[in-house]
């Protein structure tokens, strides 16, 4: 009896090798703290789906990396897990934001959007030396600090101090400022945390030295901002300098807008204190969504409270291309939408999809059949696939539809690109369909 085999035969040639595609809905949290603050313990990132997930590893729900992913997930909808980055704390090994961010990515590149908790430091500065029979009294978060005496001078007193600092407050780092020579200034860290509260008081002595506290993250931010701008990735920071709203030039708004990065969105928000983490509550919300098909401007988020600006206010913040989340007519909603140069995210985000489907469309072609043939034909081939997915940016809102695809003839491409099997001279032009902000109506009416 003959088979059906014998009499046709079949051999299918299974096209379905896959490849990494990157995604833009999973938004990270990187963050300081030591690998046993989870169970189990993990090295660079772990992804959470739910809040409950958290909560079973190990966080708490006075954690901030805890309460900033309940923003994002907060969101209606909302993407469906968050990454927690870490970057190691310096009693485990000294490591900038830089290195932590590159290593994070060199195991793990999906995430696209991401936050940081930056490690806010507190700058002590003593207006003149100590004195015999000076006391200095301190306190770091609420933590009384024992009292430090004048000892022989004004290096060994500070040095003094930083002792007792560090052994009084846990994970507490404090150093001299190496730029001063006066060693008049002291820099206090927390290994695990912020600090958000320091008070200096000197007594006794024909002379007591006033102290002055500043704190700051704008160092961490600009080094981040400067990470990301060289990645295909944007940086979301929630700030509360109350310089922003205003002529000022020095804030961190103005500081990003004039290196012009095109990959950092700065949000203002007043009360930041109160876990207001406005990027956290934005990213959640526009995550979901396809990027192009919605713009980032007059969105509405649970878990965020709204803020007042004046209209001159309101044309500082937004003349530096800062984010704000202010009510209208009722309604509490974000304006404008744009990174620190003045691009819109959604083009940017727009744009960075585009790229990405571009390349791993043609690469999964490359790999998945026996070979693009260097004909006209194939040349067909390729310039089909670069419409295939530019007609996908048209159907998801980032360009429109009359965009123009040109490829070059074979016989006109240099024996040298033949040569070396590539093709050369794939072009597109498309426009961006961008979106509607503000509308002018002009109108008559008469009797």
């Known amino acids: ?5 014998d ?7 299974r096209q379905t090798q896959a490849i990494s595609i990157a995604g833009f809905g999973t938004p990270a949290i990187i963050s300081e703290f030591p690998a046993s603050k989870t169970s189990p313990a993990f090295d660079r990132y772990a992804y959470y789906g739910q809040l409950s997930e958290m909560t079973d590893a190990g966080w708490s729900s006075t954690d901030k990396e805890y309460i900033r992913a309940q923003k994002i997930f907060s969101q209606n909808p909302r993407p469906n897990r968050v990454m927690i980055g870490r970057k190691k704390p310096d009693s485990e090994a000294v490591e900038t ?3 932590a961010l590159t290593a994070i990515q060199g195991v793990n590149r999906d995430w696209y959007g991401f936050t940081i908790k930056p490690t806010q430091s507190a700058k002590v500065v003593f207006d003149s030396d100590f004195v015999v029979s000076n006391n200095i009294d301190m306190t770091v978060n609420g933590i009384t600090v024992t009292t430090v005496p004048f000892n022989s ?19 507490a780092v404090a150093a001299l400022d190496p730029t001063d020579t006066n060693n008049r200034t002291l820099i206090i860290q927390l290994e695990s945390g912020s600090i958000t509260a320091v008070t200096a008081v000197v007594t006794g002595g024909a002379t007591q030295p006033v102290a002055t506290i500043t704190y700051t993250t704008d160092d961490d931010v600009l080094e981040v901002a400067a990470w990301t701008e060289t990645e295909k990735k944007i940086f979301f920071h929630t700030s509360d300098d109350i310089d922003i709203p205003t002529s000022s030039t020095t804030d961190i708004a103005s500081q990003l807008a004039a290196l ?7 949000q203002y928000h007043p009360n930041l204190s109160n876990d207001q983490y406005f990027s956290e509550a934005w990213i959640g919300d526009c995550f979901p969504r396809d990027p192009g098909s ?3 401007c007059y969105k509405n988020f649970a878990g965020i409270t709204s803020y007042n600006l004046t209209s001159g206010e309101r044309a500082f913040a937004l003349d530096k291309s800062a984010n704000i ?13 744009k990174v620190a140069s003045g691009e819109y995210i959604d083009i940017i985000r727009g744009i960075d999809w585009l790229e990405a489907r571009l390349a791993e469309n043609i690469f999964s072609e490359l790999i998945n059949v026996p070979k693009i043939p260097y004909t006209d034909e194939g040349v067909a081939i390729i310039e089909g696939l670069v419409k295939e997915v530019l007609d996908r940016a048209v159907v998801q809102g980032i360009i429109t539809a009359d965009y123009v695809v040109t490829v070059p003839l074979v016989a006109d491409i240099p024996d040298a690109d033949k040569l070396a099997r590539n093709l050369p001279d794939v072009k597109f032009t498309a426009t961006l369909q ?6 002018e109506i002009e109108g008559v009416v008469s009797v």
């Open 1 to 5: 009896m003959s088979e059906l085999r």
């Open 7 to 13: 009499i046709v035969k079949i051999s299918i040639d």
């Open 97 to 99: 934001w830089t290195e």
């Open 153 to 171: 001078n004004q290096l060994t007193t500070m040095n003094d101090l930083i002792t007792q600092i560090e052994a009084d407050v846990t994970d």
């Open 260 to 266: 012009n990065y095109d990959r950092t969105a700065v």
């Open 294 to 296: 919605q713009t980032w």
């Open 325 to 337: 989340y202010t009510e209208t007519a009722g309604v509490d909603i974000t304006e404008v939408g």
């Open 434 to 439: 961008g979106a509607i902000h503000t509308v």
